[in-house]
């Protein structure tokens, strides 16, 4: 019998970290952008499991940095998917607020959820045995996972090694902070040896990352505006990225297209939305998240810039059934 192992493997944005579970039921917990499946496809590979003998992807969460792979997985290796049950009610039903695409314009590719998943659900990989957590916050369908054996935790996007997730209170809840907080809470209970988050490196002290995010959810009870600011750079980072930069000619006219540019501006800020364009460009600068370059504004977190080709299908949940995805 194969000796089972959890492999990790941290990326650049777009996309977002994953891990594999090497095991009797080969599992991959999150697929990437969309862009970089021929990279995700190697990393498995390289690790010594064919994608066709994967049992089962499992999603954290809904977002494009996390999802983006399982329409390549599901299409040519007709790989089983699994989510929240919340997530898969939206992904099946083809609902334009899927992924929250649409209001951060972020392509995703069709694909479908097989397996719901509810707290408390336990993933068999042959040898061991993954607890699901209900961790709501970042999204409200964010879900965890823990491996008692070795005490290792797969948390998404709640919390990072030296950061948080940005929290979305306009399509997942005002109450965001305190279910991030009732999350945290939950998962300090756990004896943990090891985290693996979608982002950054994996943590060396995990409760001291633990108490770091609780620490900083705390603050930004009473401040927050400080919520809105950590979305709006990250959101605004995450296009950059997607995009390669945009040209300064460009951005007034992106902007004011844009969602959660539009919702920021008038509910979190009281500006109008033509006011804050300078108010966040002037951020994006000071915070050293973006610089201007050739006048073109550029992000400054390592990225592998997406192909000109595959962006420029701009797919949104919307567009699923018209290219033929049967939701069910």
Not at 51 to 66: A, F, G
Not at 68 to 89: L, P, R, V
């Amino acid at each position: 019998m194969k000796q089972s192992s959890f492999i990790f493997f941290e990326r650049k944005f777009p996309s977002a970290n994953m891990v594999l579970i090497k095991d009797q039921l080969p599992i991959l917990i999150d697929t990437g952008f969309g862009s970089d499946v021929k990279e995700t496809e190697r990393f498995i590979k390289d690790a010594g499991v064919s994608p066709e003998e994967l049992h089962l992807i499992v999603n954290t969460h809904y977002h494009s940095d996390h999802v983006g792979g399982n329409f390549h997985f599901q299409s040519n290796y007709d790989i089983q998917i699994a989510a929240h049950k919340w997530d898969a009610d939206l992904i099946n039903g083809c609902d334009s607020e899927a992924c929250s695409a649409e209001w951060l314009d972020q392509p995703v590719e069709p694909y479908r959820v097989d397996t719901k998943l509810s707290d408390n659900d336990e993933i068999i990989t042959g040898s061991r045995t993954l607890k699901v957590l209900h961790t709501p916050g970042h999204t409200l369908g964010h879900i965890s996972f823990y491996e008692p054996e070795e005490e290792i935790l797969i948390c998404g996007d709640l919390f990072h090694s030296n950061d948080i997730g940005w929290l979305n209170i306009f399509r997942e809840g005002v109450t965001s902070i305190q279910r991030s907080l009732e999350s945290l809470d939950r998962l300090s209970k756990l004896r943990i040896q090891k985290v693996y988050s979608g982002h950054g490196p994996a943590a060396e002290n995990p409760m001291a990352s633990l108490d770091a995010a609780r620490k900083r959810f705390e603050k930004w009870l009473t401040a927050p505006e400080k919520v809105s600011w950590h979305a709006c750079k990250r959101i605004f980072s995450f296009t950059l990225i997607i995009k390669n930069g945009l040209a300064k000619e460009e951005i007034d006219h992106y902007l004011l297209n844009c969602g959660w540019f539009q919702d920021f501006a008038r509910y979190s800020f009281q500006l109008q939305p033509e006011e804050f364009i300078q108010i966040l460009l002037d951020e994006m600068i000071r915070s050293k998240a973006a610089s201007w370059q050739n006048n073109h504004l550029i992000a400054t977190a390592p990225y592998v810039a997406p192909q000109k080709e595959w962006i420029g299908q701009n797919i949104k949940p919307k567009d699923w059934v018209s290219q033929g995805f049967i939701a069910y």
